[in-house]
């Protein structure tokens, strides 16, 4: 007999088996799915900085680079975005060829089976790289690469599956699609209504046991021209054909689209982004039980299967996109900034347009650092369910803004559609990320937190899973084990928390150098984070799950240490570069700021008001950053606004366009305006215009005609494009409802 487990634990064992919500199937089999990784350090409230500094930089192979130096430069020369989306409605023939030919669609696939088998690293480079230059290219590309039959084949199928499909996915002979989004269950993917029965039916003349499938699928990716369909479904099995259960749960299966009742509909337009998408449905398609995805032991575990493989458009598709689109905001507003003038002046000088170009160059360098250790993680053999949440909400939200500021300073430059317009089409295709691999509303407050609490918590899971054991007596054991672990755990973080929110002092790893002071305060903040979780599962339990605005804000402070963790881990990998330091603070002071006010808000609306009383005082979560300072703001929008490592840096990877595109005209007035200051600079001493100035003899010919050269350049950025009404006519085509689903006229009205 315990006096500890019978008198204390007892008590608190129940009121948790009441307070705790017992994890369903399901549930239990997504939390599984995924790894844990520096997420955990930081939710441990004490985080290991020799854990994230001894990670390897992630490079590219020599293949790999070959790669992106041909291929990749090749098929993006073979596309115009503004064809693309306002003439053919999709890629040219030659395009879609040459992605098959050079292996495009097998990039994750091993090379045994015929891919490419390029690391996680590689993948995102290749979708950075076409990203910046087309949205549709890139789209194309990635979608075979992310979520979808490929990666699920090569994580659960079976040996005769991986045999037959990956070398004809990887040779383009099939196109796969997956097939998730219902018309009634979009973030709920468990209401789904597309149905699978287990029968005998006849397949190749013979009769064999499979499956009488029944969907009906919308904003599926590739599915106006894909060859396999990946569908997820509910498997029902009503005459035990399979076993004892007749709702075996949500499973996923390989359908040919050339089988009797597939029917592909006419296609969607996403955000006027003209990438393959469309509707699916299928009617009494009967498919043989090995077209299960890993084979019918697999049967009701397609939503582990979809968690686990969601790391991959999560974690590498979107973020990489993301970053590609962030680093054009930051290549073109600076260089914009910098030709484009107002009074009498380049319009980078002032400090309004300072503002946001100091945001564009942040979200430039935070977000690909975020990629980058994420790629490292997920090439080290981590499937990151955490953090490839953190990085599907962040990148995409921070590409928004990025793009938005970068709309703001062009201003009428990039509202003007047409060839010459560089932003219009990634500012279209904004919320398409955002909606995409778990809409980011439902991603930010159920999945970050919510997941993450669980999954990196350093005894929650434990407590959780000893609460559902069946044995009473195992139960008790076990939860007396890990609940008492958890308390001298919060016990010490909290005494920790109070001291370093007191004292200003926090854990530093050795070296730190000029970044010391980040680690310090990120330690802080690390503690602080970690009671203030410990106190919402005390006083909310299992409740906290509906408490989304509570949960959505923890999953903030939890993605902004992350995030300023990647920023200082890149900073390090990139050999700790001075002129990167004013980067470094203004992404450490934004994320201090965010971290501060994310945990004030979550104490300030605890139901229990003691909560706020008690930790208040000892977080001092109100004493926190202010933000970038002004000073630090101007230092990093110059970044941008100069030629120099650290603009290089920041958008390195981008696809260079023809010189007679909007973006090289762009690119030659910035070389050509930067050549000229010291010319500018004359002018402005002596107070007159170039050809006064050639007159006095101040300037010389050559130098007059290379100011010539360079307001002719600064003119063809300016320009806009315009149109004939005919041609808006041509552009804008008739359009008539689908009649397979119309819409009634009074409803209409």
Same mark, same amino acid.
């Given at each position: 007999?315990?006096?500890r487990?019978d ?150 199928? @079976?040996?005769?599956?991986k ?20 018309e ?66 949500? @499973? ?47 049967a ?24 590609a ?29 300072q ?44 590409m ?5 500021d ?27 990320g ?66 370093s ?47 989304e ?51 004030d ?71 050509l ?31 007059f ?14 320009a ?30």
């Amino acid at each position: 007999m315990s006096f500890r487990k019978d008198y204390l634990t007892r008590p608190i064992y129940k009121w948790a088996k009441g307070a705790l919500p017992a994890l369903s199937k399901t549930e239990a089999e997504a939390i599984s799915a995924g790894d844990v990784h520096f997420e955990a350090e930081l939710f441990s409230g004490k985080p290991d900085w020799s854990m994230l500094r001894d990670m390897k930089a992630p490079r590219l192979t020599a293949d790999e680079q070959a790669f992106l130096d041909g291929p990749c430069r090749e098929f993006c020369d073979m596309l115009n975005s503004w064809e693309i989306d306002h003439a053919t409605a999709d890629l040219p023939p030659e395009a879609w060829d040459f992605l098959r030919d050079k292996g495009f669609f097998g990039m994750i696939i091993p090379k045994e089976h015929g891919g490419l088998g390029f690391s996680a690293f590689a993948h995102s480079e290749v979708v950075r790289y076409i990203s910046s230059h087309s949205i549709p290219g890139a789209v194309t590309v990635m979608v075979p690469n992310s979520l979808g039959p490929g990666e699920l084949i090569l994580q659960f199928g @079976t040996d005769d599956q991986k045999s037959h499909w990956l070398p004809r996915l990887a040779r383009g002979e099939e196109l796969p699609a997956f097939g998730l989004t219902s018309e009634d269950a979009g973030s709920d993917a468990s209401a789904m209504r597309d149905d699978g029965v287990v029968c005998r039916g006849t397949w190749n003349g013979e009769e064999v046991l499979g499956i009488r499938l029944n969907w009906a699928k919308r904003y599926i990716t590739l599915s106006p021209v894909c060859t396999v369909l990946g569908l997820a479904f509910k498997l029902r099995d009503p005459d035990g054909l399979l076993g004892e259960e007749e709702d075996i749960g949500i @499973t996923c299966a390989l359908v040919p689209t050339d089988l009797p009742g597939v029917e592909t509909g006419r296609r969607h337009l996403p955000s006027g982004t003209m990438f393959q998408n469309g509707p699916t449905t299928g009617e009494d398609v009967f498919v043989p039980i090995d077209h299960i995805i890993g084979g019918p032991e697999y049967a009701g575990r397609g939503w582990m299967m979809l968690m686990s493989a969601l790391a991959a458009g999560r974690g590498i598709s979107l973020p990489s996109q993301s970053a590609a689109a962030c680093a054009m905001a930051a290549h073109t507003t600076g260089a914009y900034a910098r030709v484009r003038q107002q009074f009498g002046l380049p319009i980078g000088l002032f400090e309004g347009v300072q503002e946001p170009l100091a945001r564009i160059a942040a979200n430039a360098y935070a977000v690909d650092a975020g990629r980058r250790l994420t790629c490292a993680a997920l090439d080290d053999g981590y499937k990151l369910a955490v953090i490839s949440a953190i990085m599907k909400y962040h990148a995409t939200t921070r590409m928004r803004e990025s793009i938005t500021d970068a709309m703001d300073v062009h201003s009428g430059k990039a509202v003007i559609d047409g060839p010459l317009n560089y932003l219009q089409p990634i500012y279209r295709s904004l919320p398409i990320g955002i909606t995409v691999e778990g809409a980011n509303i439902v991603t930010r407050n159920l999945i970050i937190f919510g997941q993450g609490a669980i999954r990196a918590h350093p005894h929650l899971l434990d407590e959780m899973q000893a609460l559902g054991e069946p044995d009473p007596d195992e139960s008790l054991e076990a939860f007396d084990k890990h609940f008492w672990r958890h308390v001298g755990h919060s016990t010490r973080t909290f005494f920790r928390a109070w001291w370093s929110a007191w004292t200003g002092r926090g854990a530093v790893p050795k070296k730190a150098g000029d970044v010391a002071w980040v680690y310090r305060r990120l330690s802080r903040w690390s503690a602080a984070f970690a009671v203030t979780a410990d106190f919402a599962f005390l006083t909310l339990g299992g409740a906290l799950k509906r408490r989304e605005m509570l949960s959505a804000r923890l999953g903030d402070a939890l993605s902004e240490m992350f995030l300023l963790a990647a920023v200082l881990k890149r900073w390090e990998d990139e050999g700790r570069r001075e002129e990167d330091l004013p980067l470094v603070e203004y992404c450490a002071e934004q994320a201090f700021e965010r971290i501060g006010r994310a945990l004030d808000e979550t104490i300030a609306n605890m139901p229990d008001r003691w909560v706020s009383w008690l930790l208040r005082p000892t977080l001092l979560p109100g004493s926190r950053s202010r933000g970038p300072k002004d000073r630090t703001a101007t230092k990093v929008a110059m970044a941008l606004y100069e030629p120099g490592a650290a603009r290089d840096r920041l958008t390195a990877g981008l696809h260079r366009p023809d010189p007679q595109s909007g973006l090289g005209l762009l690119e030659t007035a910035f070389r050509l305006v930067t050549e000229a200051e010291p010319l500018r600079k004359r002018l402005r001493e002596v107070r007159k215009t170039p050809r006064e100035a050639r007159d006095a003899g101040i300037l010389t010919e050559t130098e007059f005609a290379q100011l010539a050269r360079v307001d002719e350049a600064v003119s063809a950025v300016v320009a806009v494009d315009d149109f004939t009404p005919e041609e808006l006519r041509g552009m804008y085509r008739d359009y008539s409802p689908n009649p397979a689903n119309p819409i009634p006229r009074e409803a209409a009205e």
